[in-house]
């Protein structure tokens, strides 16, 4: 399954003096699979453009295909998209309002009007894949949990209609370091397990790390997209955008102007531990990739 | 999404003269041209007050579409003022024989008379608030309330209280968007059904939506604190409000008008 943007524009407000045009003919596809990275600037569109992914905004101009229909069409049923691509907002914990956690996370399930006995499977199903214990957190106020433990249960509350495309945005902002490491390779779990990811992002080493291909917002357009490898070789365009690249590009950067031999497509931390084990053996790093 | 087309109060930003009026200048002069409105007896004396909006609009340079469009809420009211006026009042003249009813010369006028009143007064207020921030609105209020003070009426307390609800209101209607969108995103439908259904499709908006104000209400109240806030004794301003030539010349111009309705009434 993929989702094709067609020459999308979304313009806020439009007619009123106070419209702002938040992206401007965007065209791209989610692939069946794949870990998307979506990056920018605070501004650049990407919240705008993963709204645009499930259907909750409708482009000003464009269309939107989910395999190659229009889902904007009449007669095309919304559920059908809010079901296979779910979406997690940013700070997805606001969105928490029932008495129990259970409750909470079968909302959706319960919207897409399937049977007691099949949303309870799913609850279960979903909270054990957000790693918290079902029966521990069923019957619990989701008031009463931690930050880490909200965000959570709002993330089971998406995965309990079973999406096949996740879009994510920015789902590790404000956590701290242990919980945002869980939440990534909770991320890249459901990937590996075949769910479609789109992940908006402003760290660049997550992005190194798990990202199978990168798109680059800037004012409201795509300014580049392809692999994080042959994203982050144009560390000055990004620069010149107010981004950043990982931590290890910048590492190797400063290695080479010293003339230490050292790969130029080295920007995930395994690979600068390889490179620097091989030099700290004496060994040619250049010579052994 | 429905709530993106609401935009608050009705400022429409344009650079000016009338915009760049003290605020507490136009509140006085709207309360002035509400007094010349009501001591306009006769049709003549309209005439006036009319050409005074007029000259505002045009300097304020205010699309007349929005003025008509600030008209629209009022509408039903305004029309039935009309008509009730024109059936219901008795008069000498007849001047159209409707079969069902006789319409008197006496009566038109009046009818006349009554809704005009109603849109001059319309047209006046709204033109003050298209052409003034809401912010700027409460700060003239606060300052012409201010000296209500001896009887310990709690102006300062009242104009905060106003600018921060104003502040806090597009906040809020951002939360609301955002929050509707996620339980969209789950599948929620707060379009369609009946009123029950719709009603308690409101739930999912609503308890996150008082949980985030209650939070919000909370720290801007430390963040105020941390600060130094304590009421409003002793507290200078950041925008030192001042009366400046323009603001003598509308003053001038509304006094003109007063003595311009007070005559046509003697004519
Ligand atoms: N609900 C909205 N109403 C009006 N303008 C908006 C709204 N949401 C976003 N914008 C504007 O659209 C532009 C893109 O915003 P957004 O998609 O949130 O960017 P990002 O997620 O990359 O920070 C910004 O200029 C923002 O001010
Ligand atoms: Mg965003």
Same mark, same amino acid.
């Given at each position: 399954?993929?989702?094709?943007?067609?020459?999308?524009?979304?313009?806020?407000?439009?007619?009123?003096?106070?419209?702002?045009?938040?992206?401007?003919?965007?065209?791209?596809?989610? /692939?069946?699979?794949?870990?998307?990275?979506?990056?920018?600037?605070?501004?650049?569109?990407?919240?705008?453009?993963?709204?645009?992914?499930?259907?909750?905004?409708?482009?000003?101009?464009?269309?939107?295909?989910?395999?190659?229909?229009?889902?904007?069409?009449?007669?095309?049923?919304?559920?059908?998209?809010?079901?296979?691509?779910?979406?997690?907002?940013?700070?997805?914990?606001?969105?928490?309002?029932?008495?129990?956690? @259970?409750?909470?996370?079968?909302?959706?399930?319960?919207?897409?009007?399937?049977?007691?006995?099949?949303?309870?499977?799913?609850?279960?199903?979903?909270?054990?894949?957000?790693?918290? %214990?079902? @029966?521990?957190?069923?019957?619990?106020?989701?008031?009463?949990?931690?930050?880490?433990?909200?965000?959570?249960?709002?993330?089971?509350?998406?995965?309990?209609?079973?999406?096949?495309?996740?879009?994510?945005?920015?789902?590790?902002?404000?956590?701290?370091?242990?919980?945002?490491?869980?939440?990534?390779?909770?991320?890249?779990?459901?990937?590996?397990?075949?769910?479609?990811?789109?992940?908006?992002?402003?760290?660049? %080493? %997550?992005?190194? /790390?798990? @990202?199978? #291909?990168?798109?680059?917002?800037?004012?409201?357009?795509?300014?580049?997209?392809?692999?994080?490898?042959?994203?982050?070789?144009?560390?000055?365009?990004?620069?010149?955008?107010?981004?950043?690249?990982?931590?290890?590009?910048?590492?190797?950067? #400063?290695?080479?102007?010293?003339?230490?031999?050292?790969?130029?497509?080295?920007?995930?931390?395994?690979?600068?531990?390889?490179?620097?084990?091989?030099?700290?053996?004496?060994? %040619?790093?250049?010579?052994?990739? | 999404?429905?709530?993106?087309?609401?935009?608050?109060?009705?400022?429409?930003?344009?650079?000016?003269?009338?915009?760049?009026?003290?605020?507490?200048?136009?509140?006085?002069?709207?309360?002035?041209?509400?007094?010349?409105?009501?001591?306009?007896?006769?049709?003549?004396? =309209? *005439?006036?007050?009319?050409?005074?909006?007029?000259? !505002?609009?045009?300097? &304020?340079?205010?699309?007349?579409?929005?003025?008509?469009?600030?008209?629209?809420?009022?509408?039903?009211?305004?029309?039935?003022?009309?008509?009730?006026?024109?059936?219901?009042?008795?008069?000498?003249?007849?001047?159209?024989?409707?079969?069902?009813?006789?319409?008197?010369?006496? +009566?038109?006028?009046?009818?006349?008379?009554? &809704?005009?009143?109603?849109?001059?007064?319309?047209? $006046? &207020?709204?033109? *003050?608030?298209?052409?003034?921030?809401?912010?700027?609105?409460?700060?003239?209020?606060?300052?012409?309330?201010?000296?209500?003070?001896?009887?310990?009426?709690?102006?300062?307390?009242?104009?905060?209280?106003?600018?921060?609800?104003?502040?806090?209101?597009?906040?809020?209607?951002?939360?609301?968007?955002?929050?509707?969108?996620?339980?969209?995103?789950?599948?929620?439908?707060?379009? &369609?059904?009946?009123?029950?259904?719709? +009603?308690?499709?409101?739930?999912?908006?609503?308890?996150?939506?008082?949980?985030? !104000? =209650?939070?919000?209400?909370?720290?801007?109240?430390?963040?105020?604190?941390?600060?130094?806030?304590?009421? $409003?004794?002793?507290?200078?301003?950041?925008?030192?409000?001042?009366?400046?030539?323009?603001?003598?010349?509308?003053? !001038?111009?509304? +006094?003109?008008?007063?003595?311009?309705?007070?005559?046509? $009434?003697?004519?």
């Amino acid at each position: 399954m993929q989702v094709t943007l067609d020459h999308v524009t979304h313009t806020y407000q439009a007619g009123s003096p106070f419209q702002s045009v938040a992206i401007k003919d965007v065209s791209m596809t989610v /692939r069946e699979g794949e870990f998307l990275a979506l990056i920018g600037h605070t501004g650049s569109g990407k919240s705008t453009l993963a709204q645009h992914i499930n259907g909750l905004l409708k482009p000003t101009e464009g269309r939107v295909l989910l395999d190659g229909k229009d889902i904007h069409e009449k007669g095309f049923n919304k559920k059908e998209v809010r079901q296979k691509v779910g979406l997690v907002f940013q700070y997805p914990e606001h969105q928490l309002f029932e008495e129990t956690v @259970a409750k909470d996370v079968a909302f959706g399930p319960k919207n897409l009007g399937l049977s007691d006995g099949e949303i309870k499977e799913r609850v279960r199903e979903a909270l054990a894949k957000v790693g918290l %214990d079902p @029966a521990a957190m069923e019957g619990r106020s989701p008031f009463e949990l931690s930050g880490g433990q909200m965000r959570r249960v709002a993330m089971a509350g998406v995965l309990a209609m079973r999406p096949q495309i996740l879009v994510l945005d920015e789902p590790a902002a404000g956590l701290d370091p242990q919980s945002r490491e869980d939440m990534l390779q909770l991320i890249f779990g459901l990937h590996s397990q075949g769910t479609t990811v789109v992940m908006i992002s402003h760290s660049m %080493d %997550d992005v190194a /790390r798990f @990202a199978t #291909r990168a798109v680059v917002m800037a004012e409201g357009a795509i300014a580049m997209e392809g692999t994080p490898e042959e994203i982050f070789s144009h560390a000055e365009a990004l620069e010149k955008m107010g981004l950043d690249v990982p931590s290890v590009c910048k590492l190797g950067m #400063r290695l080479r102007e010293l003339h230490v031999p050292c790969p130029e497509e080295m920007f995930r931390e395994d690979q600068a531990f390889e490179t620097l084990l091989k030099l700290w053996k004496g060994e %040619d790093a250049h010579g052994a990739q | 999404m429905a709530l993106s087309n609401i935009t608050l109060g009705q400022y429409y930003p344009t650079d000016s003269a009338v915009h760049k009026m003290d605020p507490r200048v136009k509140i006085l002069l709207l309360i002035a041209l509400i007094v010349a409105i009501f001591l306009a007896q006769s049709l003549l004396a =309209f *005439l006036p007050v009319a050409a005074y909006l007029l000259l !505002a609009i045009r300097l &304020s340079r205010v699309p007349v579409r929005m003025m008509i469009k600030s008209l629209k809420p009022l509408r039903l009211i305004i029309i039935l003022t009309f008509l009730l006026n024109v059936f219901f009042l008795q008069g000498e003249t007849p001047l159209v024989d409707l079969g069902f009813a006789v319409i008197k010369k006496e +009566a038109l006028l009046t009818a006349v008379h009554y &809704s005009l009143r109603l849109v001059l007064l319309v047209l $006046g &207020s709204s033109l *003050l608030t298209l052409t003034t921030p809401p912010i700027a609105l409460t700060d003239g209020l606060e300052r012409l309330l201010s000296p209500l003070r001896v009887i310990r009426f709690p102006a300062h307390e009242m104009a905060m209280m106003m600018s921060i609800a104003l502040r806090f209101i597009p906040t809020l209607l951002e939360e609301a968007d955002k929050i509707m969108k996620a339980q969209t995103a789950r599948g929620a439908d707060f379009e &369609s059904g009946n009123l029950i259904a719709r +009603a308690k499709a409101m739930v999912p908006l609503l308890v996150p939506l008082f949980v985030s !104000a =209650f939070r919000r209400a909370g720290d801007l109240a430390m963040a105020m604190e941390a600060r130094c806030y304590h009421g $409003g004794e002793g507290r200078t301003r950041l925008r030192v409000l001042k009366c400046e030539k323009r603001d003598y010349i509308a003053c !001038a111009v509304t +006094a003109l008008l007063i003595a311009a309705v007070v005559l046509a $009434g003697l004519l």
